[in-house]
Structures are given as structure tokens and as C-alpha cells.
């Protein structure tokens, strides 16, 4: 929602101050279509060479994702706490049953509990891959550790990839606005014989190119960039709290103890109360 107030009010405020300065939308209106095939045209272009598909398809995805927001929600901090506890205890108590619920999550009546977290393969299979390296008895607790660390790395790294996508293209936008303005500079030198007031228009119709460059990178593009960094950031903080608890689990601290330093990992907005937790957890046994 603050993403498409931004843009509202950017627009507005821009082109509504544009206006009553005197300024007349004209000859913009007139101009952009062409401004637009070259600056898009040449910022798509340039996007689709410098990535992959797979870069290409995450930044789409990503682009939907700064509308609507961190894919985990309070809930899900609440509700990750309840399966790694349950996760957690299994592997104290009864190593056999939790073997079987790591090795077919999809089936699991244990993990299908909590659908939203069940539909995040990678995050699933990475519990899963954890939870299994700690049933193999290392030798070493800080191997697993360091395993689970360099994998959350690579992971969190990959899903930046978007948002240092299109921080490029901002980043090129602002030339791109010059190189579609030389082009309107190029076209009015070979009209010169024309009158003042044509000519005028044309040298308009040119800066407009410079202006949508530094305008899409500075007002759009760059901050669109910002934003998907922030959500994947924010989201990284839930990949945290599953660590936390399997870290304090490896350290042969009690259960309790494993969430709730899972709990207070978990960023302020997001984090479940003492008792939000108790409550959550003492339903499980219920239901159990």
C-alpha cells in the first residue's frame, strides 16, 4: 500500500507543481510515447542481456512482491515457533518418529498443520536438510551450524539478485534519458531552417528524454529497488528464527529455551509475545 501512495503522490506532485508553474503538458504528452520506446526499450534490453531467465522471472516476482509486501506475516512467526517446537522435542524424545516426518514433509500431518510455511519448498527442504545433519550424530555441533550458515547465506544472496537487478537499471536510466535526448538534439539540428516556435517545441520535445530518465530512476525504479531489498531482508528474519531454535537445539538446551530464543530473534513487529507463544503452544498439547 506505501508503494502505490508514493507513486500517487510523486505523480501528482510533480506534474501538478509542473502545472502550476505554467507549464503545459502538451508537449510531454506529445513527446513521451517516443521517450518511452527508447528509455524502456533500452533499459528492457539492456535488463534481459545482463541477466538470466531465472534473474528475470525472481525480478517480476519480486516487482509484485514490493505491492503487496513480506511474504511472512506475524502469524507465521507464531506459527514457525509452534512446528520448530514440536520439531525439536521430536528430536529429543523420539529420533525415529522425527525421521519420518523430515523425510516426506509433503505428507506429514506435522507440517501440513501449517500450510502457509508447508507451501515454501526451499524452506521446508532446509529445515528438513538440518533436522536430518543433526540426526547424524556430527561430532563436531558447529559443523551443522556452519553448514545451515553458508546455506541461509547463499539463499538470502540469491533473492537479492532482483533488487540488484534493477538498482543496475536505475543506475543506467539517468543515461539512457541523455541518450534518448541527444537523439530529439539530433532530429531538431536537422530541422534548423524551421521557426523559432517549432524549433522550440522540438528542443522541449528532447529535454522531455532527459527528464523521464532521471525521473523513472530517481521516483520509480531506484526506490522499487530499495523496497524489494528491505521485504527480503525483513523475510531473511523468519529463515533466522528456524536458526536460532536449531542452533540452541544443537547446544542441548531445553526446548523452551530453544523458542524462546527463537522468539526474541524475530523482528519487533513481527515478534509474538511470551504469552501469545505459551498459549500457542499449550493448544498444540490440547489438540494432542
Known amino acids: 500500500m506505501n508503494s502505490i501512495i508514493g507513486i500517487v503522490l510523486t505523480v501528482f506532485c510533480v506534474f501538478g507543481g509542473y502545472m502550476m508553474a505554467g507549464g503545459k503538458l502538451e508537449i510531454i504528452l506529445h513527446s513521451l510515447p517516443y521517450e518511452m520506446m527508447i528509455i524502456g526499450g533500452a533499459a528492457i534490453g539492456a535488463f534481459l542481456c545482463a541477466n538470466d531467465m531465472h534473474t528475470v522471472k525472481s525480478t517480476l516476482s519480486d516487482v509484485i512482491s514490493a505491492f503487496k509486501g513480506p511474504k511472512w506475516k506475524r502469524q507465521d512467526y507464531s506459527d514457525l515457533l509452534c512446528l520448530m517446537h514440536e520439531l525439536v522435542r521430536l528430536a529429543e524424545q523420539s529420533p525415529v518418529e522425527l525421521e519420518a516426518h523430515i523425510e516426506d514433509p509433503e505428507n506429514s500431518a506435522l507440517f501440513q498443520k501449517y500450510p502457509r510455511i508447508l507451501s515454501s519448498k526451499d524452506f521446508v527442504e532446509l529445515i528438513c536438510d538440518t533436522m536430518r545433519s543433526m540426526l547424524m550424530n556430527f561430532d563436531n555441533v558447529y559443523q551443522v551450524e556452519e553448514l545451515l550458515d553458508k546455506q541461509l547465506e547463499t539463499m538470502k544472496e540469491e533473492r537479492l539478485h532482483g533488487s540488484h537487478a534493477l538498482s543496475n537499471i536505475a543506475d543506467a536510466l539517468p543515461a539512457l534519458g541523455i541518450v534518448a535526448a541527444v537523439l530529439g538534439v539530433i532530429k531538431t539540428m536537422a ?30 525504479v531506484g526506490p522499487l529497488a530499495n523496497r524489494i531489498k528491505q521485504i527480503r ?11 536460532e531454535v536449531l542452533v540452541s537445539s544443537l547446544h542441548k538446551n531445553e526446548t523452551t529455551l530453544c523458542i524462546e530464543v527463537g522468539r526474541r530473534s524475530a523482528p519487533h513487529g513481527f515478534r509474538p509475545s511470551f504469552s501469545e507463544v505459551e498459549d500457542a503452544l499449550k493448544a498444540l498439547k490440547q489438540a494432542a
Open 191 to 220: 530541422s534548423i531552417d524551421k521557426p523559432p516556435e517549432v524549433l522550440g517545441e522540438m528542443i522541449g520535445g528532447a529535454l522531455v528524454g532527459t527528464f523521464l530518465g532521471v525521473f523513472l530512476a530517481y521516483s520509480f
Open 233 to 243: 531482508d525483513q523475510e531473511a528474519y523468519f529463515y533466522s528464527l528456524m536458526r
